[in-house]
């Protein structure tokens, strides 16, 4: 049997590298050779490493470096792309995180798994020296919306207010376009009137701007705007990569039109049935409050901070909750 080792991937894998991620159960866009190079855009330094049993491509990991001139961080964001629970591949792509990060100077080595959360996972990593995160850089908890079903049993999924609003805009006139690269000035402006009006950065303009030109110029990212009374009403970026569609980045209006116009449940109506065309098999709505469903379901009704808004929109459409891993720490330590 041959023994499972790490090489460094140059650009001439890319390839290689998208069709394993895309086709891992674990894989995540994050993971995706485009991601990083949109990291490298806004300061990052991208290591990726695969893991190889002979020629076999096993396993893979997108390590982040950042240096923000007065620390240096690493992140490895919904990585590593590999079996959960293969405990020898798991250590071997922590070890080679925290080497490669103390190599570079890192104050900090951060990991955001895509996998499950269980306490056997979970240990992988504590026993290592890793520590719980008090704060995460993405949602822990999601909801995912099955999309093997036949279209009509989608949309019966759906809450009954949820398919109310979607065939109101329908009524209303509201209509969903996919966006072009010239469309793209139009939905970061409509992103920046949504960060203003909710007093939060929910992400960087330019990072979209550099999504569109790495993903959109390979058809893995789709801007889709809504438009109503002539005006472009609301939008959502969503990312197709392997079985899962993932919605990110969403954008609206503030003025009385969009309320009443009501589009962004369409939004993702549309978004959907397109990636299920496309052969997604899930539809990621990213984000919702870190809460057992119980939980979320006894309080959507009357808490209003961090993403419990988002939580009442989201679960209109009917998903399962998914907790990943968690977030977890490890600082070096220093030798004098």
Known sequence: MNAT?????????????????????EGHVFQSWEWGELQVELGATPLRLAALAGDRLVGAMHLLLFDTGTRVFSFVPRGPVADPDDEALA??????AIELSVAAGANLVRFEPQWAYSPARADRFTSRGFAIARQHIMPPRTLIVDLRRPPDA??????????????????????VRVAGAGDVPIFTRLFEETNQRHARRLGRVDQIFHAAKHFGERDAMRLFLARGDGEDLAGIAVFPFGRTATYLWGASSGADEARRLNPNQLLHWVAMQWARDRGCEDYDLYGIPDFDEEVLEAQYATRTDGWWNLYRFKRGFGGRVHRHLGTYDFVPRRTE
Do not use: C, M, Y
């Not at 991937?9 to 991620?21: H, K, S, Y």
């Not at 250590?91 to 080679?96: M, N």
């Open 154 to 175: 989608i949309w019966a999924g759906f809450r009954s207010n949820t398919r109310n609003r979607v065939r109101l805009a329908e009524k209303r006139g509201v209509t």
């Open 5 to 25: 080792r790490l090489v460094v991937q140059e650009p001439a894998d890319r390839e290689r590298w998208n069709d394993f991620v895309r086709g891992h159960p």
């Open 91 to 96: 250590r071997l792509f922590v070890d080679a």
